[in-house]
């Protein structure tokens, strides 16, 4: 088995515990992993609060900071296929999916090391005489970052890029299902040259590993992306060491199609926005909310599509849809589906584990018009769409908002007026129009409600990873007066 190390103050080590990885698509263990534990967390934590304080990246200027930044995301892009080649093995991720979006990763950390010199302060117009004042933006502190296995590659580059670019030092916790690329990824980070404690990175299991991370003294803000009930526990942690926290925490997305739809357009949106990355992804787009008097078509098409789908090896560039991360996931899903159907769903493809090795799940289509069904409800976190129909846009809007949460949305019309009356109307923190899934380093993402708060790339991301100082500088050589003596 490939054995894997985790990285604190710039050395590779084994850690207090090994555990054992498998491989999604076979269900056999294929790596031996690092486990941390308490005090693993704390070396790490002091080696980030060394080197933010003391260490030679506390001498940094930012313009030199951002040319660390630049080398590293050129060798994410030179080291990319091997990373996504690990991430497939790792996770079940199809590998034309980890290919393309590890090449976009780069793209990612050149636009945080563009940055990093472009972070200001500001002068206040302060009414006083004989004073000026001016506010400078310096690093928060140190950041415990908590990242999922799926995507973990980009979803890490939006918390370390900003983080780094505002001179930030960080403790990044890889999901201990699948964390062999973000372990791998830290060979990169130690060959760019960042002074050691920058960066460290380490994995291991919620209760040992990430309590003590996300409630550690020395930690001043944790971003997390995973689920809402561990969200919860991170909220609960941070009250001991009063953290501030930024949380991506996934959704039960609307995608909306109206009659006059480019519907074929519409259709493979759909595909993408449910079946890529086997509908392991926060913002899914899982509830598709269809005009009724087009409901039939374009299930029809739906249905033809889904069932098209290669499913295979996920190493197999002619996969299209590959397995599940783990088998309690797949266990999850299936169980959700059953429960689904019981409940009055319809069950118009797919449902049905298949035989064989690996944690497969096809794709599978829900029609749960007038249904009360589960899965309006839960998030899968796999490849199952349910499916609404409605009549008026109040009706659509309705329908798309009735949710807890708030991350991602898609509208499909060719109205324009009716496209902005939904953008304004829709509770998401994305709104995507006639596309879905297109992300950018320049643009910031994150949700509303229990999709969490805080946002994820663009400008606004390094401002978060900030906290502004206030400096009052008096320009009058006159002595300050007696405060006690009366004039």
Known sequence: MQRFQYYIDGQFL??????????PASGKEWADLPEAREGDVDRAVNAAEQALYNGAWSKMTATQRGKLIYRLADLVAANAQKLAELE??????????TSAQIAYVADYYRYYAGIADKIEGSYLPIDKPDMDV???????????????????????????GPALAAGCTMVVKASEDGPAPLLEFARLIHEAGFPAGVVNIITGFGASCGAALSRHPKVAHVAFTGGPETARHIVRNSAENLASTSLELGGKSPFIVFADADLESAANAQVAGIFAATGQSCVAGSRLIVERRVKEEFLTLLKGKAEAIVIGAPLDMATEVGPLATRRQQEHIAALVDKSVQSGARLVTGGHRPGGEGYYFPPTILDCDGVNSPSLVNEFFGPVLSVVSFETEAEALALANDTHYGLASGVFTQNLTRAHRLMKGIRAGIVWVNTYRAVSPI?????????????????????????????????????IPDPFVMR
């Open 88 to 97: 497939t093995r790792d996770t079940g991720k199809i590998i034309r999916e």
């Open 14 to 23: 084994d850690g207090e515990a090994r555990f054992p990885s498998v491989d």
């Open 443 to 479: 643009a910031p993402f994150g949700g509303f409600g229990l999709s969490g708060h805080g946002r994820e790339g663009g400008m606004a991301a390094a401002l978060d990873y900030t906290r502004t100082k206030t400096i009052w500088l008096r320009t009058s050589d006159d002595p």
């Open 134 to 160: 001016w506010l400078r933006r310096e690093p928060i502190g140190v950041v415990a970052m908590v990242v999922p296995w799926n995507s973990q590659l980009f979803l890490s580059a939006v918390k370390i």
